[in-house]
């Protein structure tokens, strides 16, 4: 991307399809960029994953969709943490975040709002930006949770962009159901977005820190 080009860069997703329905697009571009990508994921939802599917499915699915994403294997980091438990669990839950930063030393940590309702994702909000508060932090968007959302910084996107994050999001074949979980929504969010720049298709960021060497 121009004028600012992480080489390492964090996703911290409190569910396991967060990153990629948040910014799935941009994860795509900095690959393409030659960017390295680690994805996190806190909680793989088991308690609430429907009856007709294993409750472990969501496990299966991440790791198909980070693939589609071009996110290796081994920078893919799941959590067991119960869904809607995290404020209860803060503690441990930054004591691992700081594990991630001394192990990852992303330049980069792209995370939930600090505005998104849904409780998880508050917790991991706020506990990023705790444990990165000397990194860079772009907040990413999920219309359906942020009560308010900044839209202070956009990444361009192509058409492979966009498709890389749909057909990335098309594993997860156990959230279909999902309003929000569809090609007709992804693309025209995508587009809302890049119509603001006067482009295609984009996604947008609400940035807590830049630091630019």
């Known amino acids: 991307m121009k004028g600012f080009n992480p080489q390492k860069v964090l996703v911290l997703a409190p569910h396991t399809d967060d990153g990629e329905l948040g910014c799935g697009g941009t994860i795509s571009k900095l690959i393409d960029s030659g960017a390295e990508v680690f994805y996190a994921a806190f909680s793989a939802c088991q308690q609430s994953v429907l009856k007709q599917f294993p409750s472990d499915i969501l496990i299966t699915e991440v790791k198909a969709a980070t693939k589609v994403l071009g996110i290796q294997p081994e920078n893919l980091i799941l ?38 309702m849904h409780q998880d994702h508050s917790t991991i909000a706020s506990e990023g930006l705790r444990a990165f508060k000397f990194c860079s932090i772009m907040c990413y968007e999920l219309p359906w949770n942020n009560l308010t ?5 956009f990444v361009h996107l192509e058409e492979k962009h966009v498709k890389m994050k749909i057909d990335a999001l098309k594993e997860y074949k156990s959230q279909a159901h999902r309003p929000y979980a569809n090609e007709e929504f992804l693309r025209s969010l995508a ?21 630019i060497d």
């Open 79 to 116: 959590f067991d943490y119960d869904v809607r438990t995290f404020n209860f669990r803060r503690q441990e839950i930054l004591d691992d975040i700081i594990k991630l930063r001394t192990k990852i030393n992303p330049d980069l940590v792209l995370m939930p709002s600090e505005n998104d």
């Open 191 to 211: 587009r809302t977005r890049g119509v603001q720049i006067g482009a295609k298709y984009a996604e947008t960021f609400d940035i807590i820190r830049l630091i």
């Open 149 to 153: 959302f900044k839209t202070s910084t």
